[in-house]
């Protein structure tokens, strides 16, 4: 139906506007949605993004070449193709990408979720001719309860355990913050200590007008100064060495993947957190119900799930063979 885009392995290429959106390569020109690194990467010549992914590619990557700053909802005229930003509500700065070209509308939605969050714009609902949808949780299982819960749960382990900490895996962009927000909200106003690695990007997000609390790195701190807090670090560090200084850690995962509890138990997740920063099942067939696309696209994830449901409700749908869109350590 649409025939000026192009879905190639690394990216999705527009010919009329010579540009790519979410590229896995460096490239001339490159649309990126948002900061994470399965859809934002150095080395091109040229990009176009919100403000704020720009600063989180700045700060993961370096300054980039021919960075354009796009105010979300502004239109821009890329080649022959009117080019508009809106939130998709995944992380701070995130945005799908609109294009238009003869009268034909494409989403190119990157990664999004329809739950609040505290740290971004919420999701926008646009319709179109093809709507490109993530399906990372495209299974019936996975479906994300309230964060509000999730976040009772981890102060009431808390609460009851005194004398050790809770050590939180979250992804360092855009999960941990989010984390963080949650807690406040739910009146937790004590220190909420990080790993060095997730230091940078809280400064960041601060910077950019996302008001967390008092954050302070672990530093040298252990034992008994770490007692009754809570400590955020990348799903990586659980059972690194570092967690070693902690006292009697007891460990937590953030993640939509905590769904399945044999995940947890294969990563020694002593608290599983449901807490997901992409759409679950309903989210996704409720999105796709809500903005009637002519034709949708899948990518990123369990894609034959949602294109049998769209079958069987006589929705057009394909499956898009895309490279590099992993779990990236069970942090979704």
Sequence with gaps: MVDWIEPHPHGIYVPPADAWVDPGRAVDRALVTHGHADHARGGHRAVLATHETL??????YGAQAGAQAVRLGETLRVG???VRFVPAGHVLGSAQVVLEYKGERVVVSG???????????AFEPVPCDVFISEATFGLPVFRHPPVAGEVRKLLGALAANPDRCVLVGAYALGKAQR???ELRAAGHDAPVFLHGAMVKLFALYEALGVRLGDVRPVGTLKGEAL??????APPSALADRWSRRLPD????MASGWMRVRQRAKQRGVELPLIISDHADWDELTGT?????PGAL????GREEALVHWCGLRQQRARALAMVGRDEEDMGE
Excluded: Q
């Design 111 to 121: 990664d999004y979720k329809r739950a609040a969050d505290p740290t971004c714009a």
């Design 249 to 252: 850690p007891m460990t937590a």
């Design 227 to 232: 007692k009754g807090a809570i400590v955020v």
């Design 179 to 181: 984390l963080v927000a």
């Design 80 to 82: 022959d193709v009117d």
């Design 288 to 292: 796709i119900s809500e903005i009637r």
């Design 55 to 60: 600063a989180i590619m700045d700060a993961r």
């Design 297 to 300: 696209w899948v990518t990123h």
